[in-house]
């Protein structure tokens, strides 16, 4: 069984930078597929990015050259490292742990892009 812990999130202003964590404890880290997916209010929850085991990542459009997903596997730890946030940022950001049909979540941590 994966537990997973968010930390990061805040208020921020428009143009500034976060860097969210998940930390991860109680599996082989380096297996699974790691995740970060954001929910605002009143809409459906969206994939953002994801790391693979082989490091390999990939991004949502609206993020793209703006946000970057790493892993330090001796940390058992994922980031999310966001740049140039826009109040559409404004979310409830949870990481994923995923391996095969079996799916891990954090609490969430929340984001607020505001002047």
């Known amino acids: 069984q994966v537990h997973l812990v968010e930390s990061g999130g805040g208020l921020v202003q428009p143009g500034g930078s976060l860097r969210l964590s998940c930390a991860a404890s109680?599996?082989?880290?380096?297996?699974?597929?790691m995740r970060w997916y954001r929910q605002a209010p009143g809409k459906q929850r969206e994939l953002v990015a994801t790391?693979?085991?082989?490091?390999?990542?990939n991004y949502v459009d609206s993020v793209k050259g703006r946000f970057t997903i790493s892993r330090a596997i001796a940390k058992n730890t994922v980031y999310l490292q966001m740049n140039s946030l826009k109040p559409d940022d404004t979310a409830v950001y949870y990481c994923?742990?995923?391996?095969?049909?079996?799916?891990?979540w954090g609490q969430g941590t929340q984001v607020t892009v505001s002047s």
């Open positions: 994923n742990a995923n391996r095969w049909s079996y799916n891990a």
């Open positions: 109680g599996t082989s880290f380096p297996d699974y597929v």
């Open positions: 790391i693979t085991s082989d490091g390999l990542t």
